[in-house]
């Protein structure tokens, strides 16, 4: 019999069998706790809190969660309101049962109200132009008959009450022009909106005002409400010339719905109608 040499081990180059550990080796023992799965399972996962379902993959760290269970719908915009659609040809907004309209520019908001206000200006301008000359002759004519100076005499005769009664009734007119135009203006834009939901200047720059809620025209109310809300602070002397001037500005404000202060009041909205 041939002796081995030295260092010969006999099982080397030989695989073990399962279950049998390696010649000079110790088996290894499971931690406390650990459950040898059966035979042909899958490994166990590490437990990961932010999986969704069973079996799915964790997204990377830093990759926005959507709420459990909810799903935004496509083209849906987050919490705060649709922002505006800028799309060929203009701007454009969403009205239940009505679908994707287009909103009316500020140029075109600016040139209608100019217009209206020729439409009500020019007319009440030569209305009242007739009315305050025929106050101011009939005032004057007044003053010189209540108190006047005699040459005969060399005095002054009559009641001097009488004819300052007078002039002051030529210039109460001559005060309330303005207050009249404004209250005229007023009437005309609400009745306008209220039945045809345009004035005669927005008819004419394609510009109409709905309800924001279903497209339908304001109202009566809603047209009073509207122009109330733009020209009552317009009593207060000098900040009611800045809420005025705010008030159109204020669409400019909205990133929403391009909405006035005067819109959101009465909630409509200002679109083109071409």
Known sequence: MTTPPPGFDPNQGQQPQYGQQPYGQQPQTPPPGFNQPGYGAQPQQPYDPNQQQYGQQSPPYGTPQQPYGQQPAYGQQPYGGQPLQYQAGGIYVQIPGVGTVPLASMGSRFLARLIDNFVVGIPFAI???????????????????????DATTGQYVGDPNAA???GLGFFTIAFLSPVILVVLQCIYEA???????????????????VREDNGQIPGIGKGFGRVGTMFGPWIVPCLGYIWILLCYLSPLFDNQRRQGWHDKVVKTLVVSAK
């Open 164 to 166: 300052a009664a007078a």
């Open 191 to 209: 009745i306008m909106l209220g039945m045809k939901g345009a004035t005669l200047g927005k008819m004419a720059m394609g510009v109409r005002v």
């Open 127 to 149: 209305i009242m132009f007739f009315i305050i000359s025929a106050a101011a002759t009939g005032a004057a004519a007044s003053i010189q008959s209540q108190y006047h100076y």
